[in-house]
């Protein structure tokens, strides 16, 4: 996949670990969505040919929580590689089942906990991580995704560790509930901008946040980028302050009122506002990436 994008809009797929929990398909406990590589995969390509089905143009490998800190407090350190590449294995086995021309995205997540910037560590250790996660991934996968991300340091972090394996790297952060146009840690984007301008990322993005946020801040995006915009919303009610992941009862509730159509409704004010990819986060599904593909009239690229 060239650096740059096809014409027209790009069209990612929505949620895998939310999915997989409404599906009774595991996807609980600290391992989060990589619990289903040990003990569902067939659920997880199930769930990425659904998003094919749908007409996603790129589908994200279900590494999100294939992290270090997450495997080592199980005992699983010594099967982190293989569950990453399991991971990236199971989009292709998706994607030649059935026979469409998607991009496999490498997804790359937090590496200390979804929402904790207060949590991260040193660049140097913090891109240890990302780099030994991206070595793993790199060979299934046709581009990166570094999404979810809440402060400065671990983005440089991860578009650093990205970029070292020659793929193209997309940039994603996750911004205050509240539509300030701030990271979760407080920090402007203006200035998280500035970190990665000319940093040699694709495309950057917003996600992991409530559309109506993304709605607010999307535009000051558009004007600072001089590549490619895009925004995947959840539909999550507001995330607690330093909210960690202890299990399904403890996950925000899902929002009632973003349907499918409600969905695509924020999606094409993003489009209009400049976004060029757009996709689904947490609780958002297979139906809302099928509407998004009718409401937007995207095609394959």
């Not at 990271?183 to 559309?211: F, H, K, M, T, Y």
């Not at 409401?295 to 690229?301: G, Q, Y």
Request: hydrophobic share 40%.
């Amino acid at each position: 996949m060239p650096a740059g994008l096809p014409d027209g809009l790009i069209l990612l797929d929505g949620s895998m670990g939310q999915e997989l929990i409404n599906r009774k398909a595991s996807g609980q406990g600290v391992l989060w969505s990589a619990k289903a590589l040990f003990d569902a995969p067939d659920a997880v390509q199930a769930i990425h040919q659904d998003y094919i089905r749908a007409g996603a143009n790129i589908i994200t490998t279900n590494s999100y929580s294939c992290i270090r800190n997450n495997f080592e407090p199980e005992g699983l350190a010594d099967r982190l590689g293989e569950m990453n590449r399991l991971a990236a294995q199971l989009a292709r086995r998706a994607r030649d089942e059935c026979g469409e021309p998607v991009l496999i995205a490498g997804s790359m997540g937090p590496q200390y906990g979804s929402y904790r910037p207060d949590l991260v560590g040193s660049y140097a250790e913090t891109e240890a991580l990302y780099r030994e996660q991206a070595e793993f991934l790199a060979p299934g996968v046709d581009l990166f995704i570094c999404e979810t991300l809440s402060c400065r340091l671990e983005s440089r972090a991860a578009v650093a560790a990205a970029l070292s394996t020659g793929k193209p790297v997309w940039l994603s952060w996750s911004i205050e509930d509240t539509g300030a146009a701030r990271l979760r840690s407080g920090e402007p984007i203006a200035e998280a901008w500035q970190d990665i301008d000319g940093s040699g990322v694709s495309a950057v993005l917003l996600n992991c946040s409530p559309p109506e946020a993304i709605g607010k801040v999307l535009s000051e995006l558009v004007a600072l980028s001089d590549i490619p915009v895009g925004a995947y919303a959840n539909a999550f009610t507001p995330i607690p302050d330093k909210w960690d992941y202890h299990g399904d009862a403890s996950i925000p509730p899902s929002r009632t009122d973003v349907t499918p159509t409600a969905y695509a409704a924020h999606a094409a004010a993003w489009v209009a506002a400049g976004a060029r990819i757009i996709g689904g986060c947490c609780e958002v599904g297979p139906a809302h990436i099928a509407r998004l593909r009718q409401t937007l009239l995207i095609e394959n690229i």
